[in-house]
């Protein structure tokens, strides 16, 4: 148990002593605190989701720097689409999952979230769709939005079929 937090109100009680604690006056309203953190965490988990998320194509393009294997990755373009009429400042979680539902990718992102607008994000991965790599491909997302303590999008959502080959077209 956190020090200071114990429920026993005298400092000679033998579980204060015992594990060498004392009694905080100020636990009761640390308790408070942190409850209504909790309850604030909880309650933006409830409220209505403003931001959702759609991998809108897929590329294949040039890894400049590799030594060794392929030189090639694939950049997955995922667009946040903010329902709300105002701009919320945004941490967005993003993970590329292969077919287990395993996180191959995972990447956060931070910014402001226009409000009833896109924005296009990418995350790269030496791992592609199932057209390249059959069972060990990246097959959906999941992705988790954020705003202060406020859980304003989540969800998960299938990988596209729209691809473009940008090393192909040279």
């Known amino acids: 148990m956190p020090r200071g937090l114990l429920a026993c109100r005298f400092q000679t ?6 594990a060498g604690l004392h009694y905080d006056p100020t636990a ?3 308790l408070k605190a942190v409850e209504a953190v909790q309850a604030k965490a909880q309650a933006g988990a409830k409220i209505a989701r403003t931001v959702e998320a759609e991998n809108i194509i897929i590329k294949r393009v040039e890894a400049p720097g590799m030594l060794w294997g392929t030189n090639v ?6 667009a946040l689409k903010n329902r709300s009429p105002s701009d919320l400042t945004v941490e967005v979680e993003i993970a590329l999952l292969g077919k287990a ?3 191959i990718t995972r990447e956060t992102f931070n910014g402001i979230a226009p409000g009833g607008l896109e924005k296009v994000l990418y995350l790269d991965s030496f791992v592609g769709p199932a057209a390249f790599h059959e069972d060990a491909c990246v097959s959906a997302f999941s992705y988790k ?3 202060g303590a406020d859980i304003v999008g989540a969800g998960r ?3 596209t079929e729209k691809f473009e080959d ?3 077209s040279r």
């Open 13 to 18: 009680c033998p579980t204060n002593l015992q």
């Open 28 to 30: 009761a309203a640390k």
């Open 73 to 78: 990755k694939f950049r997955y373009f995922i």
């Open 101 to 103: 539902g395993d996180a």
């Open 145 to 147: 939005v954020t705003s």
């Open 157 to 159: 959502a299938p990988i």
């Open 166 to 168: 940008t090393i192909a």
